[in-house]
């Protein structure tokens, strides 16, 4: 019996309609992470609405079975042992609509498990500005709003005014715009509760300069950005006052590579996985890499690096 078959007999799932939730066992996280690293979670599930995953959740919250959520997995390193217990996706919960076009089209809602990619050609398509800055930036809403991502054009903070969660038993949560306690790539948001939705408020712009704006995003991010190895986009968040990029490149450590993992060449804050060396890919090289990396800017900068990047499961046995 594999861990996956064991836990699904374990959990007693309630009878629900067929395919309210797709369920995979003993599924490699690797293909479900921009890294493609990590072992396998004991259960994949992705519910079809809100009503499932509610069920899904009180079902493992009565049974004591740990439960963790995953968007796009561009920000996420998975170790190599995997992830006990089920993890939950939302890329069934996709819609993206405005709930009153005539009266309030600058109201928009959005469900967690839609991309940035979506929710973004959604309101250039509305002539709806705002969302401007998400040119680039991968995974789904939900993270988005985990994360506070942003770029140098915006973050979530400037156009979220409610967040709807469930919690951990199962039972709603409304959070204004306050109480989401955003702030520079993060945000209060429990980590134990799914965010499921999120009203936003944006504001008219012709579709031609959003598109303008976006693609100039897009351009400069091309030039920046290193190509062609698997990442998460920055590794880092940036010290007050300074860019971690900075201070790694400063400290010599371009190019330093352990296994697989490399620190970019091209960008200093983007510790990249390469697939064109012999070495296997593996989350634990990443990890040491990390460490390196962390311990080379103290040493030289005084200054302690603080991972963006969020780190889920066991190291291998
Ligand atoms: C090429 C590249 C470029 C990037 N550029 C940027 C950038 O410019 N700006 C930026 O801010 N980020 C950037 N990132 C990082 C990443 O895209 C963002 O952090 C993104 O918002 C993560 O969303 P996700 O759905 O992939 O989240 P995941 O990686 O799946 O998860 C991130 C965190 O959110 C939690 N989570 C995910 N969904 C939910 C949910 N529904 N409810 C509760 N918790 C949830 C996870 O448990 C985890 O803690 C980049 C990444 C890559 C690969």
Redesign the pocket.
């Known amino acids: 019996m594999t861990r996956g078959s064991a836990l699904l007999a374990d959990l007693a799932l309630p009878e629900l309609p067929p395919g309210a939730i797709e369920l995979r066992q003993d599924e490699p996280m690797r293909r479900h ?2 890294l493609r690293l990590g072992g396998p979670a004991d259960l994949w599930a992705r519910p079809a609405d809100e009503a499932s995953l509610a069920a899904l959740l009180a079902c493992c919250d009565r049974a004591g079975v740990p439960v ?9 390193l998975v170790r190599d042992g995997g992830i006990r217990g089920v993890v939950i996706n ?1 890329g069934r919960m996709t819609r993206v609509w405005q709930p009153d076009p005539e009266g309030a089209p600058e109201q928009v809602e959005v469900e ?2 839609a991309t ?1 990619g979506k929710l973004l050609l959604a309101a250039t398509q509305w002539q709806l500005g705002g969302l401007e800055f998400l040119g ?16 140098y054009l915006g ?1 979530f903070t400037r156009v979220v005014t409610e967040v709807r ?1 469930r919690r951990r038993d199962g039972s709603a949560v409304r959070r204004d715009h306050a109480a989401c306690g955003f702030r520079y ?1 993060a945000s209060d ?1 429990p ?1 134990d ?4 939705a999120a009203s936003l408020r944006l504001w008219p712009r012709p579709r031609a300069e959003i598109e303008a704006e976006v693609a100039s995003l897009r351009e400069r ?1 091309k030039q920046r ?1 290193p190509s062609g190895v698997d ?4 590794t880092f968040t940036n010290p007050p006052g300074e860019f971690a990029g900075r201070l790694i490149e400063a400290a010599g450590l371009k190019g330093l590579r352990i296994g697989a993992a490399e620190v970019s060449p091209v960008h200093a804050n983007w510790l990249v996985i390469r697939r064109d060396v012999d070495e296997p890919a593996r989350a634990a090289d990443l990890l040491a890499l990390i460490g390196r990396v962390r311990e080379a800017v103290q040493a030289a900068h005084g200054v302690t690096l603080e991972l ?1 990047v ?1 780190v ?1 499961g066991e190291a291998a046995q």
């Not at 963790?68 to 996420?76: M, T």
């Open positions: 992470t921009t963790c959520f995953v968007g796009g997995g561009s920000n996420l939302l967690a498990g940035t680039g930036v991968p995974g789904s809403v939900g993270g988005g709003l985990i994360m506070n991502a942003g770029t973050e969660s790539r948001l980590a509760e799914v965010a499921c991010r950005e990442n998460n986009g920055s963006e969020k889920v």
